[in-house]
């Protein structure tokens, strides 16, 4: 939500300078959300993502019940 915030700001601020200081902004969000992304994996807090089906998979086991 905060970069999107700041990414909001520099599309409606016309002065260049304070540009440079959200996008420093921006990264520093950046590497603390890794930091906690790293600490999410390290103790197992994070689930896999939800992913398609294994459509091979599938089909082999179908074929085997019919």
Known sequence: MGIQNYGLAISKV??????SQFVT??????????K????MIENGWLEEPPTCADREKLSKDTKGTK
């Open 36 to 39: 906690g992304l790293n600490i």
């Open 14 to 19: 016309l002065r260049h300078d304070i540009h």
């Open 25 to 34: 902004l921006s990264a520093g969000i950046a590497k603390y959300s890794n």
